[in-house]
């Protein structure tokens, strides 16, 4: 079967919501989750993005962990900290999904940019998306480590060679935008909700 790097996580996005239009907190961090190994062919330029999806995954997981059938919903981790005041703490998993959320706005950005901009390079490509979703939330010193970072970028076709694999990159590409899209703007509707989108880096 034809396969690009981005299949697992298509895969999994199918199971992100419960029949009734639910988000699931495990399905849809296992999709972000299947999204690390296309980080991983970025090298040195996503080290930091992966190792803060990381953190946030690990964060919410072990959540869920502790009780996984109160823990189901996605939102339910959130609404209990929002009823205990502790959702705006640093460690909280608000604070978790928030960042998450956030990171993969940048993923889904940055693959769009590879689609409708053929000519940019993988920095020009990098440095436009995280203008567009993360900077605005980094302060001085994440905003000046992901510049230089994103100096690193790697060489654009040998980049879209690699994690071609042997299927359809483009249409591949073309879906996750578009099927992961909604399911950030929910989190973020959600969050805003309850009055915590707008969190900033410390």
């Known amino acids: 079967m034809a396969e690009t790097v981005f299949t697992p996580s298509l895969e999994g996005m199918k199971h992100v919501k419960s029949e009734s239009g639910v988000m699931l907190t495990k399905p849809f961090l296992d999709v972000c989750k299947q999204i690390l190994p296309v980080l991983d062919k970025f090298g040195a330029a996503m080290a930091l993005v992966?190792?803060?999806?990381?953190?946030?995954?690990?964060?919410?997981?072990?959540?869920?962990?502790?009780?996984?059938?109160?823990?189901?919903?996605l939102y339910s981790m959130v609404q209990e900290e929002v009823q205990n005041k502790t959702a705006k703490g640093s460690s909280s998993c608000t604070n978790g999904l928030l960042w998450l959320t956030r990171a993969m706005d940048?993923?889904?950005?940055?693959?769009?940019?590879?689609?409708?901009?053929?000519?940019?390079?993988?920095s020009q490509a990098c440095t436009d998306s995280y203008t567009k979703t993360l900077k605005k939330w980094h302060g001085w010193l994440a905003s000046s480590s992901f510049t230089v970072a994103?100096?690193?970028?790697?060489?654009?076709?040998?980049?879209?060679?690699?994690?071609?694999?042997?299927?359809?990159?483009?249409?591949?590409?073309?879906?996750?935008?578009?099927?992961?899209?909604?399911?950030l703007k929910e989190n973020h509707d959600f969050l805003a909700s309850v009055g915590l989108d707008d969190m900033k880096a410390s």
């Open 150 to 183: 994103m100096k690193l970028a790697p060489n654009r076709e040998k980049f879209m060679e690699v994690i071609s694999g042997t299927g359809d990159i483009k249409a591949d590409i073309e879906k996750f935008c578009t099927t992961f899209y909604p399911f």
């Open 106 to 122: 940048f993923l889904v950005e940055l693959f769009r940019n590879l689609l409708e901009h053929l000519d940019w390079t993988m």
């Open 50 to 73: 992966k190792s803060d999806i990381g953190g946030n995954i690990t964060r919410l997981e072990n959540k869920y962990s502790s009780d996984p059938s109160k823990y189901e919903h």
